[in-house]
């Protein structure tokens, strides 16, 4: 009977006193390496401008570890990529567990108590476990290597839309010397660590408590064994076990040294950055203080630490690069690489104890690590990035704070700078006269009631583009006449209605947007409602998650989950229901902005559409290129414009008869687009309201008004 | 010494599709004025702006003629770069032509003596183009109209400027200092105020003067200083358009109709 006792491994077994000596004098140093390092980390973010975390730090960190350990957020659209990281990291903790398991009994428990508990059963399950995540991090990190060396994924590709060749910053290779020293690095502590395993069990293959237990760590054991058979003698074993022992040991040391200076260190800041997730980053803007004096961001010490964090989160995993409409597009920005430039900037200026000279903290401009204007201008903030990001990186206010500094200083478009102007004369971007924003309700049988002087049930905020567009005022007026038939008791605010200020505020044109938003919220103060309801998700988004911040707390609702309840409750009756192949493109501001994916797709069914979703639906949509003021700033030309590229996307449904859109914006961009890849004829753009009122052709006859009937 | 540039500006008129003429006929409604920055004046005040910028000592006044209301176009100036507002108002200058408010800003030139005075080539609302001149004329300055290009360095007594003729033909001339000059649209991209410096601008204080500060009298300006004055204003009759609609044969009989109704024909 063998004494359990002696089920274990003797660590340090037929070393010299010195050479432990000289290992863990080693170990200290690699730890005191990497304490260095991450005050350096620390310092850095220090730099950053002031940040208050909202919530308790323990519902932060419980739903940081949920994501984690379910790996939500690396799964989503990249599985295979999902699942080897899984391997690697519950491999790798699961190392790094066993690892210091060792070290409670030996470096703490043991020297201090004289209590052991790493032998026997205990011993031998621990045995087996380690193999299997040495075995996990091994085929995850080959699976890695096997994508970056083979697969190539597009995605991957560093290369940056918003440089040359020519510039040196353009492929950024030094990533990917690291990417592969990286794999190569932890493959190898992990080959050693089996190889060892087996070593040593060749070398002690005389000791029945070693050798009769061997296959519970079978990785190792099936090494040995084969080595044995090969004639590797005992001896030989234990020498190289010797020389292979340091090998294996200085190079994890070496790992751990690294981490703080390396891609590495996204162990921690990935989870960091996790754990100060905004939910509502992209949807609700920040807002500028009162008494601070300059608006945006000019220097790299404008952003605050938390986002100084975020940039050192990212993995240039790429799902942002590949989701982007700008990028997809061939324009120049790439969400990757505005995190990235800014990273490399933060890193080269903050990396010591001293603030370098002011100029040389400009974040504008095209030099190494800036960001251009024309990158900042591309985007459509159509929230892609931020929502796929899988470490919670959150691009969009750094962007949006960078353009605040570009409108301040006048750098835009020659046709935006005028669009504002309009703005902050009439109230609306399309120039026309406050006075005519309610003259669409003129074709109207009936009238519309005024908010303002009496109450209603529902305001209506129409928004510019249902008010003033031809096309959509037709839309609005379809609107109306389906709200009346519903008997539904509303208002609108008439030319007390202003822009909502959704895009103004993504412009970056903060002051415009507080005078819009001050000015509609005291409109809405002075009207009789319980709830506001509207067509345009832009209005939508900014009154339901922004206004708030401005003074102006109320319910809102799209007008899709409306019409979901008229019909449901038989106020609006489908007397024909319609039969077409449909599909449906998720606006950016109710879908990834608000999450209203399901409302129109119910009311399509209720209607009898068959939909077929493309590819790229719900959080995945395509933005139409129209978000972020992009719609008053001209595209380029002879370039596939976002629009365009959704509509061949949907051209790809077979018998496709109706492109649905919900969104007066998409309308416009979706029909301009639909002609020009020569779709047209094909199928039709139609809003969701117009199928709606195609399907309840005839109005349902309600009960009369009590009065009527005396 | 400083150099002092002053820019004239205006707040104008702007109308939308929908307004009437007041009732003794003379003028739009107030109700239905929209007031807004005269657009050349973004331009001459670019313009001093951009030589204040590139550096040495240089004071921008922006200088109006215009009740309290007028503040809301001198605060978008200084919110652009101008160093200091003036507005100079009294009642009895309402009703001014050109040659009245000529008269008044030559009098606030002789009170600030500027180096320079800018002026916009004309003012989107009524478009007499002549007060910058006339202004010349009242203070014996040399002037040039219609100015697209200016060249000027600090402390140096002549300027060279370039001046659109009719046909497209340029000008290039020398002119002594000081002067005043009308700035035609287009010389520079003037630059974008946002919200929150036009807010900023609204600590600043904006001087107001009347006929005393500048040693005037009521004769000398409003209807009764001018040389002209407005008889009548009104909308002129509208020629009538029409949008034919329907299949190609209901347009054509339509059209067909309409054409035998002007040639007198029965159809």
Known sequence: MIDSLSITRTLFEDFRPLAVTIFYAIGYGAIGIFLWGTWIQIRKYRYGTAYAVTGTLISRFKQMTGTMLTHRTLVRRDHAAGGAHALIFFGFALLFLGTSTITVEYDILKPLTGMRFWYGDFYLWFSLVLDVAGFMLGGGLVFMMWRRGWLKPPKLNYA??????????????????????????????????????????????????????????????????????????????????????????????????????????????????????????????????????????????????????????????????????????????????????????????????????????????????????????????????????????????????????????????????????????????????????????????????????????????????????????????????????????????????????????????????????????????????????????????????????????????????????????????????????????????????????????????????????????????????????????????????????????????????????????????????????????????????????????????????????? | MATKILVAVKQVIALDEDFEIRADGKDVDADFFLRDLNEWDDFSLEEAVKIKEAGGEVEVVVVTVGPEEADESLRKCLAKGADRAVRIWDESMEGSDSQAIARVLAAAIKHEKPDLVFAGVQSSDHSFASTGIAVAGLLGWPHAAVVNQFDFSLGATQATIRRELEGGVLQMMNIDLPAVLSIQLGINTPRYASLRTIKQAAAKPIETLGLGDLSLNAAEVGEVGSASRVRRMYIPEKGRAQMIEGSLAEQAAKLAAIIKEFKGATV
């Open chain 1, 160 to 710: 940056r839309p918003d440089r040359s060749p020519a510039d040196p910053d353009y492929d950024r290779s030094g990533y990917r010397i690291e990417d592969w020293a990286f794999l190569w690095s932890l493959l190898i502590i992990a080959v050693t660590g089996f190889v060892l395993e087996g070593m040593r069990l060749v070398w002690l293959q005389g000791r029945p408590e070693v050798w009769d237990y061997r296959w519970w760590s079978p990785i190792g054991s099936a090494f040995a064994v084969a080595m044995r058979d090969l004639g590797l003698g005992a001896e030989t074993a234990g020498t190289i076990r010797s020389g292979l022992w340091w090998f294996h040991g200085l190079i994890a040391l070496a790992f751990i040294a690294l981490i703080p200076f390396t891609k590495v260190k996204h162990i921690f800041t990935a989870s960091a950055s996790l754990m100060l997730r905004d939910p509502l980053a992209a949807q609700r803007l920040p807002r500028v203080p009162d008494s601070q004096e300059s608006v945006g961001f000019s220097y790299i010490t404008d952003l605050n630490w938390k986002q100084l964090l975020h940039l050192d989160a990212c993995t240039k995993c790429g799902r942002c690069h590949e989701a982007c409409p700008a990028n997809a597009t061939g324009a120049p920005l790439s969400p990757r690489d505005v995190i990235l430039s800014l990273r490399e900037f933060a890193n080269k200026t903050l990396a010591s104890g001293a603030l370098p000279d002011q100029v040389e903290l400009d974040i504008h401009g095209k030099s190494p690590g800036q960001v251009s204007m024309e990158t900042l201008w591309s985007c459509r903030t159509c929230m892609a990035c931020v929502e796929i990001c899988p470490v919670a990186v959150e691009h969009i206010p750094i962007i949006v704070q960078m353009r605040r500094k570009l409108v301040e200083a006048g750098d835009m478009d020659p046709l935006l700078t005028k669009t504002l102007q309009t703005i902050a004369k009439t109230g609306n971007s399309f120039g026309e006269s406050k006075r005519k924003r309610g003259s669409w309700t003129k074709a109207l049988a009936t009238p519309i009631k005024d908010a303002r002087k009496e109450p209603v049930d529902y305001l209506w905020f129409v928004g510019d583009y249902a008010s003033f567009d031809p096309r959509n005022q037709k839309v609005s007026q379809t609107f109306a006449g389906l709200l009346q038939e519903a008997n539904v008791d509303f208002g609108l605010l008439y030319d007390s209605e202003q822009n909502a200020g959704n895009d103004v505020r993504r412009v970056g044109e903060e002051g415009l947007y507080d005078l819009l938003a001050t000015a509609n919220i005291e409109a809405m103060k002075n009207a009789q409602f319980k709830t506001i309801v509207t067509t345009d998700p832009h209005s939508f988004n900014t009154i339901r998650n922004e206004y708030g911040d401005f003074g102006g707390t109320f319910e809102i609702e799209h007008y899709t989950t409306l019409l979901r309840d008229l019909l449901t409750s038989g106020r609006l009756e489908v007397t024909r229901p319609l039969g077409y192949r449909v599909t449906f493109h998720d606006p950016c501001h109710l879908g990834r902005f608000n999450k209203g994916y399901d409302a129109p797709r119910d009311i399509l069914k209720m209607i009898g559409c068959e939909l077929i979703d493309m590819k790229r639906c719900r959080d995945n949509s395509f933005c139409c290129g129209a978000g972020g003021g992009r719609i008053w700033m001209p595209d380029p030309v002879g370039v596939e414009k976002p629009a365009q590229n959704r509509i061949r996307e949907a051209a790809f449904i077979e018998g496709l008869e109706v492109y649905v859109v919900s969104c007066p914006k998409d309308l416009t961009m979706f029909e301009d687009a639909t002609k020009t890849t020569g779709n047209e004829g094909r199928f039709v753009v139609r809003e969701l309201i117009e199928l709606v009122r195609e399907a309840v052709a005839s109005p349902v006859v309600l009960e009369a008004p009590v009065e009527q009937l005396a």
